[in-house]
């Protein structure tokens, strides 16, 4: 299985739809993020959590929410969605502990999001 | 606010040949990380290569290393002996020591094909 786990993998919806995506991770990580990806703009941080109860706007946090339930679940939500949300969305996580892999970011396989 | 660059949009290799992709980075932080990462047509981002701002040594993994010119605020990314498998988009990262902040920042990426 692996380390980083989004769902789902690839969504169609339509404009005014409420969509979540999913993640949860076995790395025993306490740092959670979600980045969005479009082409020629390279990746974006969206919103970020250090740990349950520390949530983060990023860089472009407008129209969207997310939710981080345990340590290793952290989802994000588009209350309603628009056409410019369409993009691939990854969910990434990393340890600040004090080691060779520390604040390496581990990121799922992405979710693509298609808003009609 | 720290900013990524990356000058190269499109870099094109010969089999077997070296390849350097080129990375910039704008910060007053004197502690960082710098990352270039590796996404493949699979959409999976990939850790290549991972560099502290205080080792003065080029980090080394295998076919890839990187020449890090900290004055310069410089990162780029060599490739030697291509193969068919390098064919990706490599974006290079930028990271705060300490990570208060938690933002991994990217540049916007440069698409690597392999000419065989």
């Known amino acids: 299985d692996a380390d980083v786990t989004q769902t789902p993998r690839n969504r169609i919806t339509k404009t005014g739809k409420r969509i979540m995506l999913e993640c949860s991770q076995t790395?025993?990580?306490?740092?959670m993020y979600w980045y969005r990806q479009d082409p020629g703009l390279g990746l974006r941080l969206i919103y970020y959590?250090?740990?349950?109860?520390?949530?983060n706007k990023g860089e472009i946090s407008d129209g969207y929410s997310v939710s981080r339930q345990a340590q290793a679940k952290f989802s994000l939500s588009l209350e309603s969605a628009i056409p410019n949300q369409t993009a691939l969305y990854f969910c990434?996580?990393?340890?600040?502990?004090?080691?060779?892999?520390?604040?390496?970011?581990?990121f799922g396989a992405g979710s693509r999001l298609t808003v009609l | 606010a720290q900013t990524v660059t990356q000058s190269q949009p499109e870099m094109s290799v010969q089999e077997a040949e070296t390849v350097t992709l080129s990375c910039t980075y704008d910060t007053s932080e004197s502690d960082y990380y710098l990352f270039w990462y590796k996404q493949p047509p699979s959409r999976q981002m990939i850790l290549v290569i991972r560099?502290?701002?205080?080792?003065?040594q080029n980090a080394t993994e295998n076919r890839f290393s990187v020449n890090f010119q900290k004055a310069a605020k410089s990162f780029s990314l060599k490739i030697s002996d291509s193969q068919l498998g390098d064919a990706a988009m490599y974006f290079c990262?930028?990271?705060?020591?300490?990570?208060?902040?938690?933002?991994?920042?990217f540049g916007k990426g440069t698409k690597l094909s392999v000419k065989p």
């Open positions: 990262a930028y990271l705060n020591y300490g990570g208060s902040q938690g933002n991994l920042i």
């Open positions: 959590s250090f740990d349950v109860k520390d949530i």
């Open positions: 990434a996580t990393s340890s600040a502990a004090a080691n060779s892999g520390a604040n390496v970011l581990t």
């Open positions: 790395k025993g990580h306490d740092r």
């Open positions: 560099q502290e701002a205080y080792k003065q």
